[in-house]
């Protein structure tokens, strides 16, 4: 019966594409972009074109997986994919994952989206759902590997997104990635 109400609720996660009685439940249609100042001020401010709407956040529930997803920000280190422009627009990209079922993202210093994340055991194995408010970042992604240390995970994207065929390190950090960090000229 449980994976009964799971089914239907991926089911009606995935198949909805009538956005407006979504939108009529928030009251803005766009992202908020946030920048954090040197000072280490964060200014927020609307994202222009970010068209979409997510669903209501489910309560993760208690295990490992929830516990490493929610422990600070989770970075792309090696962005493997077979369009080189691909790979460099996703350095320094990362998700704050929350224990309530919500995320930011953003990439560098700025977020660019938020929305619900969930992370569910398939047949074909541990999928992590990433609902944006922006469509254009909504995700799909199979946890492959989970370090003994719990810092560093590989990622790989699945047919259903724009994830399609990429790869991913991804990396846990105390606080937004910089471009100095990865050394990244500006």
């Known amino acids: ?45 609307p994202s222009k074109g970010a068209k979409g709407s997510f669903l209501p ?12 997803l929610t422990a600070d920000y989770w970075v792309f280190e090696f962005y493997v994919a077979e369009e080189r422009a691909d790979r460099a627009a996703n350095k320094g990209r990362w998700f704050k994952f929350a224990p309530d079922g919500t995320y930011e993202s953003g990439i560098w210093q700025e977020q ?14 541990l999928m992590l759902y990433l609902d944006n408010i922006d469509d254009s ?8 590997g989970v370090n ?3 810092d560093t995970m590989t990622w790989a994207g699945l047919s259903e997104t724009n994830t399609a065929g990429v790869i991913t390190k991804v990396i846990n ?14």
Do not use: H
């Not at 956040?57 to 490493?68: A, F, S």
């Open 1 to 45: 019966m449980r994976n009964f109400i799971l089914l239907l609720l991926l089911l009606g996660w995935m198949g909805c594409t009538d956005d407006a009685s979504v939108n009529d439940q928030n009251t803005e249609n766009t992202t908020t972009t946030t920048e954090v100042t040197e000072e280490g001020n964060a200014q927020s401010r």
């Open 112 to 125: 660019t989206g938020y929305g619900v994340w969930r992370i569910q055991e398939e047949p074909e194995g």
């Open 173 to 186: 950090l105390l606080t937004m990635p910089t471009k100095k960090q990865f050394g990244v000229e500006e």
């Open 137 to 144: 970042q909504d995700e799909k992604w199979e946890i492959q």
């Open 148 to 150: 003994d240390v719990r």
């Open 57 to 68: 956040p489910l309560d993760p529930g208690e295990g490992t997986m929830v516990t490493t």
